[in-house]
T-cell receptor
Framework: DGGITQSPKYLFRKEGQNVTLSCEQN?????MYWYRQDPGQGLRLIYY???????QKGDIAEGYSVSREKKESFPLTVTSAQKNPTAFYLC??????????????FGPGTRLTVL | DAKTTQPPSMDCAEGRAANLPCNHS???????VYWYRQIHSQGPQYIIH???NNETNEMASLIITEDRKSSTLILPHATLRDTAVYYC????????????????FGTGTLLAVQP
């Protein structure tokens, strides 16, 4: 995960505010992903992007938005419409070929707490 | 994607081999077996993956049964730093027509390495 950075590591926001989480990768990967993890649970897919200027909803996209203007960057905005935004957010990236080149590598995560 | 079944927790003595089982009885012929681990409050770390054959890398070995309905991750000489939650995931890669490359995380196995 050394090639994927997420900032900040901890983020605190007041209820009703939008907040944007940063994800940058220098692995030259085409695909990027956002997951959410709640305590004691596995990861759930929020959004993914297979290529620049294109992205699709994952399983829990409501209340979130993304953009993919550059290959290296895939920021996630947590909007005030997200009912339970407090969680651990993980960004990942991968290639798009087969035979293992599509293995996903994860960043260190951002822990968001909404007060 | 097929689902997996893992024991919720396991113990292992430091220096001994840790053998983590995973059942994936409904796996399809084009689905890979992936293993990740997550140390507390960090992003998941990729360990190894395989399709049919056994695989080995610098971190671990993956043994897949001939019928592909189960697999075992082997950490040959466990250390205290190997204490983590280990996730077994099956998914279709892009080389076999996978659409989203989504990883479906269960709750994994908490491996506790004892001194």
């Amino acid at each position: 995960d050394g090639g994927i950075t997420q900032s900040p590591k901890y983020l605190f926001r007041k209820e009703g505010q939008n907040v944007t989480l940063s994800c940058e990768q220098n692995l030259n990967h085409d695909a990027m992903y956002w997951y959410r993890q709640d305590p004691g649970q596995g990861l759930r897919l929020i959004y993914y992007s297979q290529i620049v200027n294109d992205f699709q909803k994952g399983d829990i996209a409501e209340g979130y938005s993304v953009s993919r203007e550059k290959k290296e960057s895939f920021p996630l905005t947590v909007t005030s419409a997200q009912k339970n935004p407090t969680a651990f957010y993980l960004c990942a990236s991968s290639g798009r070929g087969g035979y293992g080149t599509d293995t996903q590598y994860f960043g260190p995560g951002t822990r968001l707490t909404v007060l | 994607d097929a689902k997996t079944t893992q024991p919720p927790s396991m113990d292992c003595a430091e220096g001994r081999a840790a053998n983590l089982p995973c059942n994936h009885s409904t796996i399809s012929g084009n689905e890979y077996v992936y293993w990740y681990r997550q140390i507390h409050s960090q992003g998941p770390q990729y360990i190894i993956h395989g399709l049919k054959n056994n695989e080995t890398n610098e971190m671990a070995s993956l043994i897949i049964t001939e019928d592909r309905k189960s697999s075992t991750l082997i950490l040959p000489h466990a250390t205290l730093r190997d204490t983590a939650v280990y996730y077994c995931i099956v998914r279709v890669g892009w080389d076999y027509g996978g659409a989203t490359n989504k990883l479906i995380f269960g709750t994994g196995t908490l491996l506790a390495v004892q001194p």
